[in-house]
């Protein structure tokens, strides 16, 4: 079995002048959790519309679970499990009767498995769904995503809405389902939740895929900062200059920058004084982001 869930080659979406996304080459391999990060107008939306084939790229093509999403967009449809970011649903129903109703859209499901995931989310279904609360809401959604057990599920902010009690009962469902082999594609704004859960992760700028890669080999490629501790003062202009070293300062026996790249030229330059202690804080996937959206991140 192919191990690529979703490939887009050249994928590019404008509406009229305004653009959606552009040459988007991304490839989500079987079984894994892959987040999908921008901020709102990056083209996350947008790229997940495409895949699904609910609206048609200007140019290039997109396949799911081995198929052309446009020439084989129903039977996609039929294996996979989507939330939109956007959740619209039948005000009047109970949110039973929406997920019974769903559920026989798609020739029936389990309905004991319907009524564990809504314990485990503390979702009353014999509640009208006008009268709920927006996370509750979002809970129904997130059922009738899991419902038939996908092989490939679009979330689009998945947790929007939910409490952290909440939001961790989701965690732990997507791990126990990519243990079975369910494929995740995340488009999320909680940074530290597509960190804690990802294998992978995506980040859109301004509708260009400006990098891809796991979390740890981002960590490793993004700025770092530094504090360097020495045992006496040291010149600021033993260190300027240095390839790679940024936003420079000195303060008698304490230095401090951030460093894109290698930190080999900085240390050896630091080893020509007594050094006491360096200190590099864990950097976090935000800052990743924030790095790469203001434009100085560096393509993997």
Request: one cysteine or more.
């Amino acid at each position: 079995m192919d191990g690529v869930a979703v490939k887009a080659e050249k994928l590019t979406k404008f509406y009229g002048r305004t653009r959606g996304v552009v040459d988007l080459d991304l490839e989500v391999r079987r079984g894994e959790v892959f987040g999908y990060l921008g901020p709102n107008g990056a083209g996350k939306t947008t790229t997940i519309r495409l895949l699904l084939d609910l609206i048609r790229p200007t140019r290039g093509r997109a396949e799911v679970l081995g198929l052309d999403s446009r020439r084989d967009g129903v039977a996609i449809r039929g294996r996979i499990g989507y939330l939109p970011g956007e959740l619209a649903l039948y005000d009047r129903m109970t949110g039973g009767e929406l997920l019974r109703y769903l559920a026989n859209l798609r020739g029936g499901a389990d309905w004991g498995y319907v009524e564990s995931l809504a314990e485990r989310l503390q979702c009353d279904l014999s509640a009208r769904i006008k009268s709920l609360s927006k996370g509750n809401k979002q809970k129904i959604g997130l059922i009738q995503a899991f419902i038939h057990h996908p092989e490939l599920l679009v979330l689009d902010e998945p947790t929007s809405g939910l409490d952290p009690l909440m939001q961790h009962e989701f965690h732990r469902l997507v791990r126990e389902m990519t243990e079975e082999g369910t494929t995740f594609f995340i488009s999320s704004h909680n940074l530290p939740e597509v960190e804690r859960i990802s294998d992978r992760v995506g980040i859109v700028r301004e509708g260009t895929l400006v990098a891809v890669d796991d979390v740890d080999s981002l960590k490793r490629k993004a700025l770092r900062r530094l504090e360097i501790h020495f045992a006496s003062p040291v010149p600021r202009e033993a260190f300027a200059g240095i390839a790679g070293v940024r936003d420079l300062a000195v303060d008698g026996v304490t230095l401090r920058c951030t460093v894109a790249g290698s930190v080999d030229a900085l240390i050896k330059a630091a080893a020509r004084f007594e050094v006491l202690n360096v200190v590099s804080p864990e950097v976090s996937l935000e800052e990743i982001f924030i790095d790469y959206y203001h434009g100085e991140g560096r393509a993997p």
